[in-house]
């Protein structure tokens, strides 16, 4: 672990690690190095949390003095078939459920794209609705607040059907603030004008759930999915948007969460400590 990591003087009190960012490490191992690196909040993903044990995972946070800011993923809730459906509720049922054990209020949404063979966009976006009519009070009652990720438009045909902040705000806002929110990602939403003015409504609302980071560099190395760039590397203004999440009131953590395999191919502690100083350079 470099010196950087232990030693570094940064104001880290609003930065989470999203654990995907560093894949490389286990559970354990993200614990102890973002604890050492001074940052005590890290966003989880269901299947290494799952893999470790949901109890078990909830205590090692407890433990390590770090507070879990989200959970990823439910979701996916635009199938047609009506097995595959109730399939789809039963998970998010239990995805809420874990991220009550966690002690976390916010379950990241990835809406689900179109089925094989469906060309009805529109319909599907209300498929997601018809899901959280069911799945929002019961999350409300465990403390946990749905949060409804627009991702960028490349995604639509097989990710995400919600592509932009209006789009998820035209369904949360159907639900109460506490039961559905959403959440504000630089990555998928830097490229529209009106994300801005969409952030200023989702925070007059108290729906921003969640702030989320990661730069876009052209070309993206590795493809829409995988080509996340370190905070600085690309062309958003990230400091921008955090002052924009900012003006609109919303005064939560700011998650970095980069999909990046050169990331991943480092030594952990080496990004962290490189987020933290990014962080300080390009954020607060």
Not at 86 to 96: C, G, P, T, Y
Not at 236 to 248: H, N, P, Q, S, Y
Request: with cysteine.
């Amino acid at each position: 672990m470099t010196d950087t990591a232990r030693t570094q003087p940064y104001d880290l009190a609003r930065l989470s690690i999203n654990q995907e960012t560093v894949k490389q490490w286990s559970l354990p191992e993200l614990a102890e190095g973002c604890r050492a690196a001074g940052i005590d909040k890290v966003g989880l993903w269901r299947a290494p949390v799952q893999e470790y044990g949901v109890e078990r995972a909830a205590r090692l946070m407890r433990d390590s003095g770090l507070t879990v800011t989200s959970l990823c993923r439910g979701g996916f809730f635009t199938a047609t078939d009506a097995e595959l459906r109730a399939e789809a509720l039963d998970d998010n049922r239990a995805a809420i459920d874990e991220a009550a054990a966690l002690g976390t209020g916010t379950l990241v949404l990835v809406s689900g794209g179109l089925p094989a063979g469906d060309r009805d966009i529109a319909a599907a976006r209300e498929r997601v609705a018809d899901a959280l009519t069911e799945l929002a009070p019961y999350a409300g009652e465990r403390g946990v607040r749905l949060a409804i990720e627009p991702l960028h438009p490349m995604y639509a045909s097989d990710r995400c059907v919600i592509s932009t902040l209006g789009q998820a705000l035209e369904i949360a806002e159907r639900f109460p603030a506490d039961q559905v929110g959403v959440v504000v990602d630089t990555y998928h939403l830097w490229w529209d004008d009106q994300a801005p003015a969409h952030t200023r409504r989702a925070g007059e609302g108290g729906r921003i759930a969640a702030f989320q980071l990661a730069d876009w560099v052209t070309p993206l190395p590795e493809g829409v999915l995988l080509g996340r760039g370190q905070l600085g590397d690309g062309c958003i203004d990230l400091r921008g948007w955090r002052e924009t999440v900012d003006a609109a009131g919303y005064r939560g953590p700011v998650e970095v969460e980069i999909f990046n395999p050169a990331l991943w191919a480092r030594e952990g502690a080496d990004v962290v400590a490189e987020i933290a100083e990014r962080y300080v350079a390009h954020v607060s």
